[in-house]
């Protein structure tokens, strides 16, 4: 516990977390914060995904910190940004249930004053894959992730396996810049495989039924590697018949790529990543295995 608990918007007042706005106020809550300090930055919305990273970062740091913030500068299509679910009142209750210290949610220009004018980019790691089809994605990402860092200063900071090519780009930065020790957490699914994520909200009822074919496609592919496939294209091809097989389903990439540098395979030898995109609708999912 840092401080006073503080009221929420709604009037309630969970536990003995803290919650933060402006610059300063998380500035003055640092102050007082116990070492090691565990940040799991999010989007809100938040679900058995974020619960697993801010669980982890509660068993190894002294305070945990959560920062909600809906990052406008990593949408490329502001529909997309416009749509994307929020409900802080309800974060700040799974923050409070979930042992939080201190929740951080900015307005944008707490987080971007005016005149910000500076651009975190990584090279090679956030150029295929996601920032092929999502150009500038990744560079709102480093930047966001940057200033969260520059203002939090956490020893530890826990990013999920799910975004599997975000989590390799933003070690990199932590590594290059010195920033803080980034700590992966595996993926957290529902029962039927399904990837836990903030978006499948707007699955419908039936797309949220086909939904568990990304996972049955990846798995796919695991199992012609673990029966000793190692030619990449062939294990692509499995994953492809797959989510080709659901009507409802329209495949975007499936990558089969070195687990260190995302550089596309010919042949699987060593640790590589297996991840693909697809929309179901309107909706964009992503997931990913790590093979061997
Ligand atoms: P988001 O709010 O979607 O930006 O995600 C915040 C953090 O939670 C990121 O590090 C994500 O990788 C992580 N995360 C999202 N979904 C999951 C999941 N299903 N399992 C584990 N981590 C997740």
Same mark, same amino acid.
């Given at each position: 516990m840092i401080g006073e608990p503080e009221t929420t918007g709604d009037g309630t007042i969970p536990g003995d977390l803290l919650v933060v706005r402006s610059r300063d106020e998380l500035g003055r809550a640092l102050a007082r914060a116990p070492r090691p300090l565990g940040l799991v930055p999010t989007m809100g919305w938040l679900h058995a995904g974020h619960r697993s990273l801010i669980a982890r970062a509660r068993a190894e740091c002294a305070t945990v910190a959560v920062s909600i913030f809906v990052n406008? !500068?990593?949408? +490329? *299509?502001p529909a997309d940004l416009d749509r994307y679910p929020r409900a802080e009142a309800r974060d700040l209750a799974i923050c409070a249930e979930e042992g939080v210290d201190l929740a951080w949610a900015p307005a944008v220009e707490d987080v971007? @004053? @005016? +005149?910000?004018d500076t651009q975190v980019s990584v090279g090679a $790691? %956030? !150029? @295929?894959l996601e920032g092929a089809a999502r150009p500038g994605h990744f560079d709102g990402v480093t930047t966001v992730v940057a200033v969260l860092f520059g203002l939090v200063r956490p020893d530890r900071a826990y990013f999920g396996m799910k975004d599997a090519q975000q989590l390799r780009v933003i070690a990199r930065m932590a590594t290059d810049l010195a920033l803080t020790t980034v700590v992966p957490c595996p993926t957290v699914r529902e029962p039927d495989g399904l990837a836990m994520s %903030?978006?499948?909200?707007? $699955?419908?009822p039936a797309e949220r039924a086909a939904a568990p074919v990304i996972h049955r496609a990846l798995a796919a592919g695991r199992a012609r590697w673990a029966a000793g496939e190692r030619d990449a294209e062939a294990i692509r091809a499995a994953v492809r018949r797959v989510v080709e097989a659901e009507p409802l389903a329209r495949l975007e990439y499936v990558s089969l790529a *070195? *687990?260190?540098? $995302?550089a596309e395979l010919d042949r699987t030898d060593g640790p590589a990543l297996l991840s693909l995109a697809a929309r179901l609708g309107s909706t964009r999912l992503i997931d990913n295995l790590v093979l061997g």
């Open positions: 406008p !500068r990593q949408f +490329g *299509d971007y @004053p @005016p +005149g910000f $790691l %956030s !150029r @295929p %903030s978006r499948n909200v707007h $699955l419908s *070195d *687990d260190a540098t $995302l």
